[in-house]
């Protein structure tokens, strides 16, 4: 991690071999409101950025589409940091997988991570979110 002018960054991992990630929730795409989920207890008070693992699986489809997925925590002075995902599902007998770590900018004033999706489907499509580190 890059040091700042007066005090160095340093990141935790919450990782640990053999142990699956504390989860911070999950989203069926039922829906195209948007949904928040609560991490203040994930992170201390101390931590400037959080990563989050994200993880899509789909299968067993009988349309072809794209869908999005955008991803954000909100700051102070009405700011926010907002990760883009875009997918394809498509017909298959099988399932697919895929998982990104996000960074996140986060202040403990706003303690939720936001997330909305484009299709509001009745699919085979799950996501799941996992608090996986810290910077402070």
Known sequence: MASTTDNKVTYT???TPGVVPTIIGQ???NTRNTQSFDIGSLFPNTAREISVTVYIRSGHETVNSIFNVWLWTELENN????KFKRCHRYPQSALSTDSETFNFSYSPNHP???LLSDIDSSQNILLE???VGYAQ
């Not at 700011?79 to 907002?82: K, M, S, Y």
């Open 13 to 15: 991992s919450l990782l």
């Open 27 to 29: 989203f069926l795409f």
């Open 79 to 82: 700011r926010q940091d907002i």
């Open 112 to 114: 939720k991570l936001y």
């Open 129 to 131: 979110l996992f608090a």
